[in-house]
């Protein structure tokens, strides 16, 4: 059925199949004590060649803590630094230090769904591509091209509205304009949501080839498997408080993070 749906063979384990102990000393984010109007005294450390997965339930406050994380939301009390100390406190700040959010709401935070893939792929990159004051629409061109077929986007040209992509390919685009940013820290929120199993092996892919490269990366998700799958280490949030940290283990299942979330 998989392979019917997308066009080409799937296999059926398409998470991680490594269980050694990757974790570096290497700190590349931290938060101390955040609390908000959802979230409860939460701290944590984001290591450099790690994903760092988030679980639990919708409105356990996963999704703003990745908020809080970015800049995006500023919490009632608590801090978040890089790993050589830098407060980080908007999303100017984060994106100076490499910093890359991929928000769960596609149509509303991540893209400019009436502009073009160009356009959207280009905006988080404007000052990088700037030859003295302008940007040429030829380096536009070739850059949005370039990470467009990086991710495989399907489109039918790179000036087509993102709007009439499919929901994979639209978060195709949402990636790709931060993969041109070169970040060194990225914030996935529901990588996977809705979008068809094919694509997302494509961005399990992704995930494990932006870890080898020591990328530091915070995945928060709903989906469980998911989780447990791609993640080095799992934090249980459940009513705005941290109640586990799981190693990456072959052990570990659905019950075993159910237990901590309800």
């Not at 791609?230 to 072959?250: F, N, P, V, W």
Request: proline letters at 3%; a neutral charge; one cysteine or more.
């Amino acid at each position: 059925m998989k392979q019917y749906m997308v066009g080409r063979e799937i296999e059926e384990n398409y998470y991680r199949t490594d269980y050694e102990n990757r974790l570096t000393d290497e700190v590349a984010l931290r938060a101390e004590h955040i609390n908000t109007e959802v979230l409860k005294d939460v701290s944590l450390e984001l290591h450099y060649g790690e994903i760092l997965g988030i679980g639990g339930l919708t409105d356990c406050g996963m999704h703003e803590l990745g908020q809080v994380l970015f800049g995006l939301r500023r919490p009632v009390a608590g801090s978040v630094c890089t790993g050589d100390g830098t407060p980080l406190k908007n999303p100017s700040g984060a994106l100076k230090k490499k910093i890359a959010y991929i928000s769960k709401n596609r149509g509303k935070e991540a893209l400019m769904l009436s502009s073009t893939i160009l356009e959207n792929i280009c905006l988080p990159s404007l000052d990088k591509l700037k030859k003295g004051l302008l940007v040429t629409p030829g380096a536009e061109k070739a850059f949005a091209l370039k990470y467009a077929d990086l991710l495989s986007v399907k489109m039918d040209r790179i000036t087509q509205n993102v709007m009439y992509l499919s929901g994979g390919n639209k978060q195709k685009v949402a990636v790709a304009k931060w993969l041109g940013t070169d970040a060194d820290i990225y914030i996935f929120d529901c990588p996977t949501r809705g979008i068809d199993v094919g694509v997302q092996s494509d961005i399990y892919d992704l995930l494990e080839r932006l870890r080898k490269k020591k990328k530091a990366i915070l995945m928060i998700s709903e989906e469980l498997p998911e989780v447990i799958g791609m993640s080095d280490r799992i934090l249980i949030l459940k009513d705005g408080s941290l109640t586990a940290e799981i190693g990456r283990s072959k052990n570990t299942t659905e019950n075993t993070l159910i237990h901590y979330i309800i």
